[in-house]
Structure formats: C-alpha cells, structure tokens
C-alpha cells in the first residue's frame, strides 16, 4: 500500500520558514514535519531559499525599533547598528609628541645605542617622511 502525498499547508510552511530561518538543518526540519529530505525540498524549496533574509529583516526590524526608541537597550542597539550598517567604528589613537605638543627631538645621545642597520632602517623611514612633505 503506497504513501499518501505529502500536502502542504499553511501552518507547516511557516514551521519550516522558521526553523530554517533559524538554522536548523534540512535533515532537522524534514524529521520534525515527517517527511524526507527529498520531500521538503520538493515541496518547501522557496521557504527554505527565503527563510534567513526574512528572519534577518525580522531582526533588523527590532533591532531598528530598539534602537529609535526611548526604551532600555536603546543606547546599546543605535551603537551596534551605527557600527554594522552605517560604517562607525572606534579607533584609539595615540600620538607622541616631544615637549609642549612639539615635534620629538632626536639627539645624538637617542642614536647611540642602535646598531648599524637600525640606523639604516631609521635613515630610510626619515628619507621616505621626507618625500611625502
């Protein structure tokens, strides 16, 4: 006696919507429904090729209104979405300068130290400064 059809219905395209959406894997999502592997992507192909963007637009979507709105988590969620969708991001910067916010002197008394090739490799990075001024 063969099988009757599987017949999809509202509820269980929503139900797979879900759990993909949500990262199960197909294998997962057919043992849940009781069908096969084959079977759900017969059947649910277009769930499953739409279930993340839609559970990211969910996301987004709340994560907008968090962030817009008055409420606890507002800070917290304008700062992550600045950071992801408009291109924020922090930056310690940290500059050396010698006294009173000058230019760093380097004396004869700094250099004695160094060997040989550090004093090239000192030389070239001045010489390169020099050609971008």
Same mark, same amino acid.
Request: net charge positive; no cysteine.
């Given at each position: 006696?063969s099988?009757?059809?599987?017949e999809p219905?509202?509820?269980?395209?929503?139900q797979v919507?879900?759990m993909?959406?949500?990262?199960l894997?197909q294998?997962?999502?057919?043992?849940?429904?009781?069908?096969?592997?084959?079977t759900?992507r017969?059947?649910y192909?277009?769930?499953l090729d739409?279930?993340t963007?839609?559970?990211? *637009?969910?996301?987004?979507?709340n $994560?907008?209104?968090?962030?817009?709105?008055?409420? @606890?988590?507002?800070? &917290?969620?304008? =700062?992550?979405?600045?950071?992801?969708?408009g291109?924020?991001?922090?930056?310690?910067?940290?500059?050396?300068t010698?006294?009173?916010?000058g230019?760093l *002197?380097?004396?004869?008394a700094? $250099?004695?130290?160094?060997?040989d090739?550090?004093? @090239?490799?000192m030389? &070239?990075?001045? =010489?390169?400064?020099?050609e971008k001024?």
């Open positions: 006696m099988r009757k059809p599987h219905n509202e509820k269980d395209r929503n919507t879900l993909a959406g949500i990262g894997t294998d997962q999502i057919a043992k849940i429904i009781g069908v096969s592997d084959e759900l017969k059947y192909s277009s769930e739409t279930a963007s839609i559970m990211n *637009a969910q996301v987004a979507q $994560l907008f209104r968090i962030a817009t709105s008055k409420g @606890a988590g507002a800070v &917290a969620s304008a =700062i992550f979405w600045m950071k992801t969708r291109g924020w991001r922090e930056v310690d910067r940290k500059e050396i010698g006294a009173n916010g230019p *002197a380097i004396t004869d700094n $250099l004695r130290g160094l060997s090739a550090e004093l @090239a490799t030389q &070239a990075l001045l =010489i390169k400064a020099e001024k």
